[in-house]
Nanobody, 125 residues
Framework: QVQLVESGGGFVQAGGSLRLSCAAS????????MGWFRQAPGKEREFVGT????????YYADSVKGRFTMSRDNAKNTVYLQMSSLKPEDTAVYYC??????????????????WGQGTQVTVSS
């Protein structure tokens, strides 16, 4: 069992930056593949990015590639999402997720066992 708490959301103008953090409880954080997803009002939850257990591999949705960067600090039980060149269409509730199934990383929400409560990101034009 792991509990996830996101932070760092807020209001930012287009072109600005934000860094989201997701802190995990427990002592086995490094066993989990981590992912970020987002959900805008009236839309389905969508994949943003994922990072392998060691942090050595990442994979992003095309919509954020080159603008968003995931990293993790296993000693601090924390995963990060650095968001730059933000656009109004990035406005959403952002969720972090943890998965312990045998894959390197995954863009599928169904592969993640645990979810945080979400943090709101609003980008104004």
């Amino acid at each position: 069992q792991v509990q996830l708490v996101e932070s760092g959301g807020g209001f930012v103008q287009a072109g600005g930056s934000l860094r989201l953090s997701c802190a995990a409880s427990g002592r086995t954080f490094s066993r989990y593949v981590m992912g970020w997803f987002r959900q805008a009002p009236g839309k389905e939850r969508e994949f943003v990015g994922t990072i392998s257990r060691s942090g050595g591999s990442t994979y992003y949705a095309d919509s954020v590639k080159g603008r968003f960067t995931m990293s993790r600090d296993n000693a601090k039980n924390t995963v990060y999402l650095q968001m730059s060149s933000l656009k109004p269409e990035d406005t959403a509730v952002y969720y972090c997720a943890a998965g312990d199934r045998p894959y390197t990383f995954s863009s599928s929400a169904s592969d993640y066992n645990y979810w945080g409560q979400g943090t709101q990101v609003t980008v104004s034009s």
